[in-house]
C-alpha cells in the first residue's frame, strides 16, 4: 500500500515557525482524508489538523486554531502543516495519517495509515 513519509520537523524557539510535510507513496491517498497526530506528554496521540479528499473541509484541534494551517496536494501526493507562533506545547512527534474516510474525524481509528513521526521541540 505504500507509505507516508514525514519531514520538517526540528528545534525552535517559543514564537517561531515550521512547516512540516508529508509524502505520500499510496495508491489512495487522493481519496481519503488526512490528518496530523502528535503525541506529546500525553503520551497518546492528539489529533492536530484533518483535510478532507479535495481540501476542501478542513478541521482544528482548539489549541492550534488560528495558529496551523493543514493543505494538501493530490498531484504531488503530499501534505503540508504550517506551524506558527510555536508554544512549548507544540512540542511532541508529529505523525501523518490517512484516513478511511473521505472527511477528517478525530477519532485516530478512523486512520489505517500512518508515517513514522518527525519531532517538534519548542523551547521557551
Known amino acids: 500500500q505504500g507509505q507516508l513519509v514525514e519531514s520538517g520537523g526540528g528545534s525552535v524557539q517559543e514564537g517561531e515557525s515550521l512547516k512540516l510535510s508529508c509524502e505520500a507513496s499510496?495508491?489512495?491517498?487522493?481519496?481519503?482524508?488526512m490528518a496530523w497526530f502528535r503525541r506529546g506528554p500525553k503520551n497518546e496521540r492528539e489529533f492536530v489538523a484533518g483535510?478532507?479528499?479535495?481540501?476542501?473541509?478542513?478541521d482544528y484541534a482548539d489549541t492550534v486554531k488560528g495558529r496551523f494551517t493543514i493543505s494538501r496536494d493530490n498531484d504531488k501526493k503530499t501534505l503540508w502543516l504550517e506551524m506558527v507562533k510555536l508554544m512549548p506545547e507544540d512540542t511532541g512527534v508529529y505523525y501523518c495519517?490517512?484516513?478511511?474516510?473521505?472527511?477528517?474525524?478525530?477519532?485516530?481509528?478512523?486512520?489505517?495509515?500512518w508515517g513514522q513521526g518527525t519531532q517538534v521541540t519548542v523551547s521557551s
Open positions: 499510496t495508491t489512495t491517498f487522493r481519496s481519503f482524508a
Open positions: 483535510i478532507s479528499w479535495n481540501g476542501v473541509m478542513v
Open positions: 495519517a490517512e484516513s478511511t474516510l473521505a472527511v477528517p474525524h478525530v477519532e485516530e481509528r478512523h486512520y489505517d495509515q
